[in-house]
């Protein structure tokens, strides 16, 4: 899949990886430990309330803020700060200035948890090389 990934000689930059994104909502895959995708993405405004039955779901703040709702309470993510979204909770992040990301979640993780077919950026998607990006 990911030329990257499976090389041990260099380092990967999520930082960069992202800052080189174009699109905001469409997380590519930059490496994989086991049964999960190590993503990063480009988030602004607010996504879709959704949930992920199965799995957890991390957020790690590479630039920016990002706020996550929960139907009871927020939380305010900074610029290094992780977060883990717990399996089976409604959550919607929302990206009040750009917010670049790194994600980890499981292989079977749909990005909307599957209920929202449509707003989804399907796994063909993101993992497509930053080459053709
Ligand atoms: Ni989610």
New binding site residues.
């Given amino acids: 899949m990911i030329d990257s990934n499976k090389s041990i000689d260099s380092p990967l930059n999520p930082f960069k990886l992202a800052e080189s994104l174009s699109e905001y909502w469409s997380p590519k895959v930059i490496s994989e430990v086991d049964d999960a995708y190590v993503k990063v993405a480009k988030l602004k405004g607010s996504f879709v309330w959704?949930q992920?039955d199965n799995e957890d779901?991390l957020f790690y703040i590479l630039q920016g803020s990002l706020v996550m709702e929960y139907k009871d309470k927020q939380v305010s993510l900074q610029v290094g700060d992780l977060h883990v979204?717990p399996k089976g909770i409604l959550?919607n992040p929302v990206a009040s200035v750009d917010c670049l990301v790194m994600l980890i979640e499981s292989k079977a993780t749909l990005h909307t948890?599957g209920n929202i077919q449509s707003s989804g950026c399907s796994i063909e998607e993101q993992l497509k090389s930053f080459n053709s990006v």
């Fill in positions: 959704h992920h779901e979204v959550h948890g």
